[in-house]
């Protein structure tokens, strides 16, 4: 399995494009394998669940984070188009703030690590768009939290979804 990749300007946060052989019957590619992995990002990882979602276009979820039991995530899209995006939350960090994004498509395959530490979210794009996501540790519900899509101090460049985003119930108490 060949991967490249894509530091962001976050250097924990990589874009990973993995080798996709298609021809006129298709495509294949190996989405995750534990070696090429670690030898191509050099982080040593043990993911304890996988999850699947599917959204309709202008949903945002995000920006989640687990104040205990935190989670890196290993996200990809395999049905319509999202805009991921990860904010570095480590107080401590010098990019404590700053936020890094990638559109993550059924097409392009490119895989988005979000370590732990970093807050995650993403819009649908696509009429309907799948995701999947690894993680490096359970879900905690207890321990979630959640920070506005629109908080100014971060200003993230959300594209222009033509409206509105629809947002779940822990977003719409916050601040809009």
Not at 19 to 26: E, I, L, P
Not at 68 to 84: C, E, S, T
Request: with cysteine; glycine share 6%; net charge negative.
């Amino acid at each position: 399995m060949s991967l490249n990749v894509i530091r962001t300007n976050l250097p924990e946060v990589l874009i990973i494009e993995p080798k996709v052989f298609g021809d006129s019957r298709g495509f294949f590619f190996e989405s995750f394998n534990q070696k090429a992995f670690s030898d191509a990002t050099g982080l040593n990882l043990s993911f304890v669940q996988d999850n699947h979602s599917r959204s309709s276009k202008g949903v945002l979820r995000g920006l989640h984070y687990q104040v205990q039991q935190p989670q890196g995530k290993l996200v990809r899209v395999v049905r319509g188009a999202v805009f991921d995006v990860a904010v570095d939350i480590r107080k401590h960090s010098p990019t404590f703030g700053n936020w890094a994004a990638v559109e993550l498509t059924e097409d392009n395959h490119k895989q988005f690590w979000i370590p732990p530490g970093f807050a995650h979210g993403f819009v649908a794009l696509s009429e309907s768009a799948e995701f999947l996501y690894k993680t490096t540790d359970y879900y905690a519900p207890q321990h979630e939290r959640c920070i506005a899509w629109n908080d100014s101090d971060i200003a993230i460049e959300w594209p222009d979804l033509g409206g509105p985003p629809v947002l779940s119930s822990l977003s719409r108490y916050l601040p809009q």
